[in-house]
């Protein structure tokens, strides 16, 4: 099992737009492998390519209905056809520590895509499981569930990191002076 180390908020990797997969080689199935060890370790349930660093257009999420199973599924250069309805909910993300917020979206959504093998294929998905593939391909994006936030609410997160940031690095000044 190889393990990918996940990229976190304010990393400018996450707020790249990631680029179309045109070709579909065995360095990108092995990539896909990764991603999936990587999104189980963590654990979460979706993982998208720019979260450990890969800027291009490729999510992989768990379908499972059940907590203790595991059924994962690759969608490459998915986007977002229709969506219908409204749902609010609870989101937390792998690249952004320590905040869960609730987030609006779309109660029902369908999506087009491609498979590890790149064919096309197309999916519609509702509740949870919605929530999911919008959250994900919102990262192909550039975008992360802090941006459905309040103005105030993202401001306070940020300040909150920059504080954490600036306490670490003074930190390290402090453990290099020492030597
Ligand atoms: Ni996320």
Same mark, same amino acid.
């Given at each position: 099992?190889?393990?990918? &180390?996940?990229?976190?908020? +304010?990393? &400018? ?7 179309? *997969?045109?070709?579909?080689? +065995? ?15 963590? !654990? ?5 390519? &720019? ?7 490729? =999510? ?17 250069? !998915? ?8 749902? *609010? ?6 690249? @952004? ?5 609730? *987030?609006?979206?779309?109660?029902? @959504?369908? @999506? ?7 064919? +096309? ?10 929530? @999911? ?27 909150? =990191? $920059? $504080? ?16």
């Amino acid at each position: 099992m190889s393990l990918l &180390p996940i990229r976190i908020f +304010p990393d &400018p990797v996450l707020r790249q737009k990631a680029e179309k *997969v045109i070709d579909f080689t +065995p360095e990108l199935t092995t990539l896909i492998t990764h991603m999936v060890d990587t999104m189980y370790d963590a !654990p979460g349930i979706g993982l998208a390519a &720019p979260q450990i660093g890969e800027s291009i257009r490729l =999510i992989v999420v768990d379908i499972s209905e059940e907590e203790d199973e595991q059924n994962s599924m690759v969608m490459i250069n !998915p986007e977002i056809t229709t969506q219908e309805g409204k749902q *609010v909910d609870e989101e937390g993300c792998l690249s @952004v520590l320590d905040l869960t917020a609730s *987030v609006k979206r779309s109660l029902k @959504v369908t @999506v087009s895509y491609q498979d590890a093998e790149g064919t +096309p294929q197309e999916l519609s998905a509702e509740e949870r499981f919605a929530i @999911v593939l919008q959250h994900e391909i919102d990262h192909l994006n550039g975008i992360l569930f802090l941006d459905h936030l309040s103005t105030l609410k993202r401001a306070l997160y940020k300040k909150k =990191i $920059k $504080k954490q940031q600036q306490a670490a690095a003074k930190k390290k000044l402090a453990s290099n002076a020492k030597k």
